[in-house]
């Protein structure tokens, strides 16, 4: 079956095509990567779904909230081209976002938004659906761009939901991928459907697959949840994944999405936000990978290795 993940870099450039009247991938100096001076690494988390409606983007903003307690500087990249809505989330409307990127009218740095919360948000393109629609230029200028991010510890990209090359491309190029799930048969089905597919459509597969069920009225389902899931990825797809853990089914959650607040700040000692907590420690444990970071991540994502 087609690799989708190259698709997507074979659509973005490989080789690095160079942009009309740009300088040849040969010619072009090497962009100065973020951190590089200092030494700083970065840790790239995707987080996708197989369905919408699984608390994805929750989890990516309240998860990058977590780690900036703990000091971390934090970027949250929309990177739904359709539907975007962190800034939703965060009670945020901002004047440019991705769009403007990528048909060169701001850079990245002019889009980049400080929230009141320690993070900063890369805002979605809403109405532009798919990398594939990039020209020549406007892909070269992306990738461009996408090197001047600003340093940061850690970087969450939430993906649209459900698959596309455009979603498999982020989870192969990631560091680690955290699929979000819920105990709904249809949520499980979903779930298990996009491991299925990263399983047999990304060639060399290296980054940590993470599993976290969402909503849940126990620990135990969650882990039952899990389990059913796990299993069946290593029984059928020979794939490792595993549980990162489960966040509780708890009221706190509907009305901070009403109040465009997110939950791990409109009450800390929530079952929520102590779950997602529990969450950023279990993968602070996780070793990284030994050239982790923008660099790496965009390597990947564009078949520059």
Same mark, same amino acid.
């Given at each position: 079956?087609?690799?989708?993940?190259?698709?997507?870099?074979?659509?973005?450039?490989?080789?690095?095509?160079?942009?009309?009247?740009?300088?040849?991938?040969?010619?072009?100096?090497?962009?100065?990567?973020?951190?590089?001076?200092?030494?700083?690494?970065?840790?790239?988390?995707?987080?996708?779904?197989?369905?919408?409606?699984?608390? $994805?983007?929750?989890?990516?903003?309240?998860?990058?909230?977590?780690?900036?307690?703990?000091?971390?500087?934090?970027?949250?990249?929309?990177?739904? @081209? +359709? @539907?975007?809505?962190?800034?939703?989330? @965060?009670?945020?409307?901002?004047?440019?976002?991705?769009?403007?990127?990528?048909?060169?009218?701001?850079?990245?740095?002019?889009?980049?938004?400080?929230?009141?919360?320690?993070?900063?948000?890369?805002?979605?393109?809403?109405?532009?659906?798919?990398?594939?629609?990039?020209?020549?230029?406007?892909?070269?200028?992306?990738?461009?761009?996408?090197?001047?991010?600003?340093?940061?510890?850690?970087?969450?990209?939430?993906?649209? !939901?459900?698959?596309?090359?455009?979603?498999?491309?982020?989870?192969?190029? !990631?560091?680690?991928?955290?699929?979000?799930?819920?105990?709904?048969?249809?949520?499980?089905?979903?779930?298990?459907?996009?491991?299925?597919?990263?399983?047999?459509?990304?060639?060399?597969?290296?980054? +940590?697959?993470?599993?976290?069920?969402?909503?849940?009225?126990?620990?135990?389902?969650?882990?039952?949840?899990?389990?059913?899931?796990?299993?069946?990825?290593?029984?059928?797809?020979?794939?490792?994944?595993?549980?990162?853990?489960?966040?509780?089914?708890?009221?706190?959650?509907?009305?901070?999405?009403?109040?465009?607040?997110?939950?791990?700040?409109?009450?800390?000692?929530?079952?929520? !936000?102590?779950?997602?907590?529990?969450?950023?420690?279990?993968?602070?444990?996780?070793?990284? !990978?030994?050239?982790?970071?923008?660099?790496?991540?965009?390597? $990947?994502?564009?078949?520059?290795?």
């Amino acid at each position: 079956m087609e690799d989708q993940a190259q698709a997507l870099r074979e659509i973005m450039g490989k080789k690095g095509a160079a942009a009309p009247g740009s300088a040849s991938p040969e010619s072009r100096p090497e962009p100065r990567l973020p951190g590089a001076a200092s030494g700083r690494k970065t840790r790239i988390i995707a987080v996708a779904s197989g369905k919408g409606g699984v608390g $994805k983007t929750n989890l990516s903003v309240n998860l990058a909230i977590a780690y900036a307690k703990l000091g971390k500087k934090v970027i949250v990249m929309d990177a739904d @081209l +359709g @539907l975007a809505n962190v800034n939703v989330m @965060l009670n945020m409307i901002p004047k440019y976002n991705l769009y403007h990127v990528i048909r060169k009218q701001k850079t990245m740095r002019e889009i980049i938004l400080d929230t009141e919360y320690g993070i900063q948000i890369v805002a979605g393109a809403s109405g532009f659906s798919k990398i594939a629609n990039l020209s020549d230029e406007e892909r070269q200028s992306f990738i461009n761009e996408l090197y001047t991010l600003p340093q940061a510890d850690i970087i969450i990209i939430d993906t649209a !939901a459900g698959v596309s090359d455009n979603v498999l491309g982020f989870v192969a190029a !990631a560091d680690d991928a955290i699929i979000v799930t819920t105990p709904e048969p249809t949520a499980i089905t979903d779930a298990y459907g996009i491991i299925k597919i990263i399983a047999t459509e990304i060639e060399n597969l290296n980054i +940590g697959l993470k599993l976290v069920v969402n909503r849940v009225k126990t620990v135990t389902e969650g882990r039952r949840v899990a389990e059913r899931i796990i299993n069946i990825s290593g029984q059928f797809l020979n794939l490792k994944v595993d549980y990162l853990g489960c966040i509780y089914d708890d009221p706190i959650v509907p009305a901070s999405v009403l109040k465009q607040k997110p939950f791990i700040v409109q009450d800390p000692r929530s079952k929520a !936000a102590i779950s997602v907590a529990h969450l950023v420690g279990r993968i602070e444990k996780t070793d990284m !990978a030994e050239d982790p970071g923008i660099g790496r991540f965009i390597k $990947k994502l564009f078949g520059k290795e």
